[in-house]
């Protein structure tokens, strides 16, 4: 079975702090997304990456950064977290074209 | 651009009566098309997706959706419904030729009555 793991399931931050989540995945996709989800809103694009050091920009990408320096790691970092950061940040990963993406469990960012 | 709209906050159905989850779609070009549900506290599960083809795609769990090309629709069904199918919704797009991310849906919440 595909995996996609995040490091941590919840975390809490304190604003203005440097915050990195992580994300890996086992099946040598091509491409990896960072999501994050509000009640709502659904599912709003961040940034993507389609292969190692290259990435593009999402939907809503102010304030957050990536880096993708191994194919099966891509990094989402909030360079000084806000509380309006405060959300559940899923990973994907798929192999691109009609592929599905598979999801990471999520990881519930509370920024207080 | 593409985008995608889930009319629907919240669908009730008593079990055992079918149901349908409602979503439209836009694309300049022509799409691919996903259904994921989300129970509590977890990540996204794919469902089914429409690539090309037959109109009718049938998917994990009992799940179906129907592709209207010209209603620009792509509804999620199931003819018996199950409590253990409540759970969060999304419809989601990739338009071909496009952005190679998936465009989702706000969600619909499933709620079934036992």
């Known amino acids: 079975d595909v995996k996609v793991t995040q490091s941590s399931r919840y975390l809490v931050k304190r604003t203005g702090e440097k915050v990195f989540l992580e994300c890996v995945q086992d099946?040598?996709?091509?491409?990896m997304f960072w999501y994050r989800q509000d009640p709502g809103l659904g599912l709003r694009l961040i940034y993507f990456?389609?292969?190692?050091?290259?990435?593009e920009k999402g939907d809503i990408p102010e304030g957050y950064s990536v880096s993708r320096e191994k194919k099966e790691r891509f990094s989402l970092i909030l360079e000084s977290a806000s509380t309006n950061q405060t959300s559940m940040y899923l990973c994907?990963?798929?192999?691109?074209?009609?592929?599905?993406?598979?999801f990471g469990q999520g990881t519930r960012l509370t920024v207080v | 651009a593409q985008s995608v709209a889930q009319p629907e906050d919240q669908v009730n159905v008593a079990e055992g009566n079918p149901l349908t989850v409602k979503c439209t779609y836009s694309?300049?070009?022509?799409?691919?098309l996903f259904w994921y549900v989300q129970y509590p506290n977890r990540g996204l599960q794919f469902l089914l997706k429409?690539?090309?083809?037959?109109?009718l795609v049938k998917g994990s769990y009992g799940f179906e959706a129907e592709f209207n090309k010209s209603q620009t629709s792509f509804h999620l069904k199931k003819p018996s419904a199950l409590v253990s199918d409540s759970a969060l919704y999304f419809c989601?797009?990739?338009?071909?030729?496009?952005?190679?991310?998936?465009?989702f849906g706000s969600g619909t919440r499933l709620q079934v009555q036992p």
């Open positions: 994907a990963s798929n192999k691109g074209g009609e592929t599905e993406a598979f």
């Open positions: 099946m040598d996709h091509e491409n």
């Open positions: 990456s389609y292969d190692v050091k290259m990435k």
């Open positions: 694309v300049s070009g022509n799409p691919y």
């Open positions: 429409y690539i090309t083809g037959d109109n």
């Open positions: 989601a797009v990739r338009d071909i030729g496009g952005r190679r991310a998936l465009t």
